[in-house]
């Protein structure tokens, strides 16, 4: 039985397009336009998720969770907020809320915060006869791969945790999972039960930066109505995860610097001082030291954010990861999709094995996902995988072999052709397929490779070939 959700919220547009996102993902969803009905709903049925607007025509969203939360305390609610709602936030979040997403968001990041949010809560649930309480092992499970250096990173995390270290700085590529990392030492710590709050640096203008992460007070600016907490207040004894700081701007570099010594920061507008207890964990993509040498970047803040780091390899650095992520994504996604019988061929492994993955894990589980999902067939062959996948392997199989063996690269793309039909059992339109070629080239190739041996063959008869 597929996961039931509940979307609360007074905009059609909003219920209609997330019911068909959800839906797509395989869950199994119910709208109500008030918090009333919303209500309603939940009596017959406690779902699994609710996702309710902190704005509803009819009633209070805080007023709608903490009712619901009577009712159904086990049920995963994520709030959606609008960009002034902070303090609302704040207060959803001791009223139980599991997560927010601001709006305008972005469907796709609905979709991974009710799956990611549900799977979280699931874990801790799993885990509380065992535990102590604190959500120990959420984040770390999260950490996939058998590989040395992954092993190596989880120790790490493991040693920083206990250490009270109360700034990181994450350096990986894109799409290595340093959010995945930002949020294990979050809930692997004492920090857990506490608010895990996520600032993206490169996604905010400058001139809002410091209202974003640091409140302001009513009439600062026209459009300061009421007074608002900062993303740094609403992480007071937790994390907050400053993504991309390496695009952070001048005047945001000289306002972390500040917090990040003292802790402690001034409301936009705001007369006192408040401090707060806050583990920083900034992650970026860029290498700092040439940043800092190019002057992009502060000296000082950079020491200040490097004192403990955490290095993460590239997938391609990950020897045995792709094979071993590419069936546990496949293991995932094809139980969502309703075909439990789904698994990857050699051939295919090899293919993935052979791509380069510059987007990295999180490519590889997007690659998997879109297989699992579009194809209907028991075994994903190199066929199913992009063009691109396929192609970028073939080159590197076919490179890897004339370095093994010194022959030209003609001798050995002649010699991976001939395997590939003969794995075909001489079906040239399969074998293009897994080639990443038409079936045009594939016949003219092989008469290029039959006139410069001199031979004439018997392997122009098409009569292997499909229909």
Same mark, same amino acid.
């Given at each position: $039985? ?7 919220? !007074?905009?059609?547009?909003?219920? &209609?397009? +997330?019911? /068909?996102? *959800?839906? %797509? ?17 939940v009596k017959q049925a406690a779902p699994d998720v609710a996702v309710v ?69 699931? $874990? ?7 535990? !102590?309480?604190?959500?120990?092992? &959420?984040? +770390?499970? /999260?950490? *996939?791969? %058998? ?51 996520k600032l993206n640096c490169s996604a905010i203008p400058e001139s809002l ?50 917090? &990040?010594?003292?802790? /402690? ?124 996948i396929r192609g970028s392997s073939g080159l590197s199989r076919a490179r ?68």
């Amino acid at each position: $039985m597929s996961d039931q959700v509940l979307v609360i919220d !007074d905009e059609e547009s909003v219920r &209609i397009t +997330l019911r /068909r996102a *959800l839906a %797509e993902e395989g869950f199994s969803v119910e709208t109500a336009e008030s918090g009333r009905a919303g209500l309603r709903t939940v009596k017959q049925a406690a779902p699994d998720v609710a996702v309710v607007d902190l704005k509803l025509g009819d009633a209070s969203g805080l007023d709608v969770l903490r009712d619901l939360k009577s009712r159904c305390p086990e049920t995963v609610t994520i709030m959606i907020s609008a960009y002034g709602d902070v303090q609302d936030v704040v207060q959803a979040m001791k009223l139980g809320a599991d997560d927010y997403v601001q709006k305008p968001y972005d469907l796709d990041e609905m979709v991974r915060c009710v799956t990611q949010t549900l799977h979280a809560s699931r $874990m801790r649930e799993a885990l509380q006869p065992v535990g !102590d309480g604190t959500g120990g092992g &959420i984040g +770390l499970a /999260r950490i *996939l791969g %058998e590989a040395d250096v992954m092993e190596d990173v989880r120790e790490t995390i493991l040693k920083i945790v206990p250490s009270g270290a109360r700034t990181v700085l994450v350096h990986g590529e894109t799409g290595t999972g340093k959010e995945l990392v930002a949020r294990a030492l979050h809930y692997e710590s004492d920090r857990a039960p506490q608010p895990f709050v996520k600032l993206n640096c490169s996604a905010i203008p400058e001139s809002l930066f410091e209202s974003e992460l640091f409140g302001h007070e009513r009439g600062t600016f026209t459009d300061a109505q009421e007074s608002r907490p900062g993303l740094a207040e609403i992480a007071d004894k937790g994390t907050l995860f400053l993504d991309e700081i390496g695009d952070a701007g001048a005047v945001a570099q000289a306002k972390l610097l500040t917090f &990040i010594e003292e802790r /402690r920061f001034r409301r936009l507008g705001g007369r006192e001082d408040l401090e707060v207890d806050v583990r920083i964990v900034a992650a970026t993509n860029k290498d700092l030291d040439l940043e800092s040498d190019s002057g992009n970047f502060r000296n000082d803040l950079l020491h200040r954010l490097k004192v403990i780091g955490i290095s993460l390899p590239s997938l391609r650095e990950r020897e045995g990861d792709v094979t071993f992520l590419a069936q546990r994504f496949v293991e995932e996604f094809r139980t969502q999709a309703g075909k439990p019988d789904m698994k990857l061929s050699d051939e295919a492994l090899e293919c993935l094995e052979s791509y380069g993955w510059p987007g990295n894990v999180r490519e590889l589980r997007n690659a998997m996902e879109r297989v699992v999902l579009l194809e209907d067939c028991d075994v994903i062959r190199p066929q199913h995988l992009s063009q691109k996948i396929r192609g970028s392997s073939g080159l590197s199989r076919a490179r890897g072999l004339m370095d093994k063996s010194g022959l030209p690269l003609a001798a050995v793309e002649r010699e991976h052709i001939q395997r590939i039909l003969e794995q075909t059992e001489g079906n040239r339109t399969r074998a293009a397929e897994i080639l990443g070629i038409t079936r045009q080239t594939l016949i003219n190739k092989l008469k290029m490779y039959e006139h410069l041996s001199g031979a004439s063959s018997d392997k122009e008869d098409d009569s292997s070939d499909e229909p």
